[in-house]
């Protein structure tokens, strides 16, 4: 016997209410009043995070990611999933927030572990990024990592995930070479929106490419 | 007689307090209520801005600004303001909301002039991106921008700004070529941060150009 396969639908959003600041788990709503440079008194609204965890100071990673094969072009794996702050669904690389007591390289090693299923190495961890900072204090690093893959192993045969209960993320790779137009191709379907993070690295590397000789790159 | 010059200080924040949703004008919280890809009931809390221009249905822009000298190297200005949601001065491209009744390219070439003093060129628009989709319904377009400057014309003399009050942005023009490496160098310094979004830019540029060759971009 075998577990019947959950039925899968559109997700579909039922209401959307006002969430009063007191009754919020997961971000939050602040007033900051400050001096500014000219010691005029100002205020400004801010939406925070509450989970930050203090050992890091970092709220979250997303992993740029390599994945390298013997034999097949060098590839990057994406992932898709339903956000409701958008009623649509993202194309973004695989990301998470930083559990308490993990630095940005292990939280990015176990979120890729469990959203895509492979085990990575860190290459490289970026500065401390502001991830919104005229609205939000949310911060986030970028691991870049890599997968070296076997003469056996396909890029497209992916392995099996770890994902929470109500994940729902579908994964897919795409040749580095080919990211910047099938991130515009992905951008021209119905309900689905790249992520401002992942579009602004396709967009820099395709600059570099089409401009890099004529601008000194 | 002239205007004596405004005094000049460090912004200092002097109370954060929650803020209810109800009282605040700039953003709101909401709990979204919806049915997942297997039917179950589920809710997500969302960040949003109360200020989207209906017309063009995008939050903001951000202008990529290539600026083109006869005899010196392209160059991009950036931008360096106090931002308070992170207490501390953020480095970015200049950007802001988009008015009503305006498009995309209207709000680049407005806010361009506005916050730097030079009229641009659009030379291309990017697709609706997701600013921060786990957090936030907040979206944004990336608008490529030129600026062509004459013989006499220094990069290194900036125009007359036209800011609003309370808008302090200090300008910096930096060579292309350099970029990523000017990005890295303000991230150590004390109470700076670089805007996600350009440090993905620049980071994708490094990598087509470090990476390029090697991985078939």
Same mark, same amino acid.
């Given at each position: 016997?075998?577990?019947?396969?959950?039925?899968?639908?559109?997700?579909?959003?039922?209401?959307?209410?006002?969430?009063?600041?007191?009754?919020?788990?997961?971000?939050?709503?602040?007033?900051?009043?400050?001096?500014?440079?000219?010691?005029?008194? *100002?205020?400004?609204?801010?939406?925070?995070?509450?989970?930050?965890?203090?050992?890091?100071?970092?709220?979250?990673?997303?992993?740029?990611?390599?994945?390298?094969?013997?034999?097949?072009?060098?590839?990057?794996?994406?992932?898709?999933?339903?956000?409701?702050?958008?009623?649509?669904?993202?194309?973004?690389?695989?990301?998470?927030?930083?559990?308490?007591?993990?630095?940005?390289?292990?939280?990015?090693? *176990?979120?890729? *572990?469990?959203?895509?299923?492979?085990?990575?190495?860190?290459?490289?961890?970026?500065?401390?990024?502001?991830?919104?900072?005229?609205?939000?204090?949310?911060?986030?690093?970028?691991?870049?990592?890599?997968?070296?893959?076997?003469?056996?192993?396909?890029?497209?045969?992916?392995?099996?995930?770890?994902?929470?209960?109500?994940?729902?993320?579908?994964?897919?790779?795409?040749?580095?070479?080919?990211?910047?137009?099938?991130?515009?191709?992905?951008?021209?379907?119905? *309900?689905?929106?790249?992520?401002?993070?992942?579009?602004?690295?396709?967009?820099?590397?395709?600059?570099?490419?089409?401009?890099?000789?004529?601008?000194?790159?």
């Amino acid at each position: 016997m075998t577990t019947p396969p959950k039925k899968t639908q559109e997700p579909l959003i039922t209401s959307i209410t006002d969430l009063p600041t007191a009754s919020a788990k997961w971000i939050t709503l602040q007033k900051i009043s400050y001096l500014d440079q000219t010691g005029a008194p *100002r205020t400004w609204e801010v939406a925070s995070r509450k989970t930050r965890a203090r050992s890091a100071g970092v709220d979250a990673v997303a992993m740029g990611n390599v994945l390298l094969h013997p034999t097949r072009p060098a590839a990057t794996v994406l992932v898709i999933q339903y956000r409701p702050p958008l009623d649509a669904y993202t194309v973004e690389w695989p990301a998470g927030l930083i559990d308490e007591g993990e630095t940005a390289e292990e939280a990015a090693v *176990r979120e890729f *572990r469990e959203e895509i299923g492979w085990e990575c190495e860190v290459v490289g961890v970026s500065p401390v990024q502001a991830a919104d900072p005229g609205l939000s204090s949310a911060n986030m690093k970028l691991v870049m990592v890599e997968v070296r893959l076997g003469e056996g192993e396909e890029e497209g045969v992916l392995p099996v995930q770890r994902l929470e209960d109500g994940e729902h993320i579908q994964r897919v790779v795409v040749p580095l070479g080919e990211l910047y137009q099938r991130l515009v191709e992905y951008s021209q379907k119905e *309900r689905m929106v790249v992520a401002a993070k992942l579009f602004h690295f396709a967009a820099g590397m395709e600059f570099a490419r089409t401009k890099g000789k004529e601008y000194g790159i």
